[in-house]
């Protein structure tokens, strides 16, 4: 059995709209009524449009209902047991109340399921489904009792033996703490096994140049493949050490007034940055053919190919010598593990060192300082991150 989410446009309500409904075929097809109704020009297939007010909210809840719905269906099809019309409308109806069938209980998995589908950014959506594959490989069968301390010492050790760093597994376990903490505000559960177990973190290796080794890169004789990837590093440390997606996915609309104007792609947050002369020169050299700011997405179809080469790219600009018959490249890379995602860590040590205040390297890389409270009320001025991109730039420029 399945079951769908429906506007059910056979009878008009007063207020001129129709209901939404869950639609289940058992014996007949029985309709059961949600909280919400709609116009047929608010109603997109099987959700809220834009054109309904907090249709994001009401597509939220109505999934919820429907996971709830499905949920009892399995259990029902698992148990190979008939019912009747009557009594699955009874049953569905507290469902979809917020009431559950006395014989089930929320499993870990199904509160994880429930929680992924609360998320709006796909990224966000990806990292929890990739949890929730390592929970079923380790153990499918786990419940919210069974998850307990020695659950938690021995899953991390299985993720180890897998091969996994300590901040690779450690993911893993915040996403579970994470989806305890949901379903202890959802009353699905009181236990918390993480009271007495602690996730372990490492220090991660410091990801930055200094100010010789950059100017030794933005210097570099490179292979012509290469100098395309190592303006664009050099771009994205005058931006501020701009995340790839917000720069290769901006649009020239985005230039307001000499400045590049975004939402960031991890945050939402709104944000500017002044373009400097040393960032226009490299815009104008690479500039988009359409709406891009960029010609990145005027030769790739998805940016993160792109990126990707980019980043094998940058590791091999260095000393290169052909050898033997055939002419095999030898290289001796300048710096083996850089991405562009240095091009960030180095603009904030650079920063640091020139004693820019702690406030402004953080809003200048998008972070909340402070509270996120006393931030809403902070008219930041914008001014003193352009100063300090600026004394970061001019010191990159000072001739030795």
Known sequence: MKAKIALDTRRCKKDGKFPVVIEVRNQDKIRISTPYSSIPENWDGSQFNKNESNFKRKNIILQDLLNRTERYLLSLDESQKGISDKEMRKILSEIISGKEPDDHRMTFIECL????????????????????????????????????????????????????????????????????????????????????????????????????????????????????YRDLFMLMFYFIGINAADLFLARKKDVVNGRLEYKRAKTGKLYSILIQPEAKAIINRYAGTGEYLLNVMDEYKNYKDFLHRMNIGLQQIGAMERVGRGGKKVREPLFPDISSYWSRHTWATIAAQLDTPKDIISEALGHEYGSSTTSIYINFNREKVDEANRRVIDLLNQQL
Not at 119 to 126: E, F, N, Y
Not at 185 to 214: A, C, G, H, M, N
């Open 113 to 228: 399921d429930e929680f992924i589908a609360h998320k709006d950014k796909p990224g966000t959506k990806t990292v929890y489904t990739t949890t929730r594959n390592k929970i079923l490989t380790f153990d499918k069968d786990c419940t919210f009792e069974s998850i307990n301390k020695d659950w938690l010492m021995r899953f991390e050790q299985w993720m180890k033996e897998c091969g996994m760093k300590t901040n690779a597994y450690a993911i893993h376990l915040r996403n579970i703490r994470a989806v305890f903490n949901y379903a202890i505000d959802e009353d699905y559960t009181t236990l918390y096994p993480f009271r007495r177990f602690s996730i372990k973190k490492e220090e991660t290796r410091k990801r930055s140049l200094t100010v010789e080794q950059l100017r030794t890169l933005r210097d570099y004789p490179c292979e012509d493949y290469q100098i395309k």
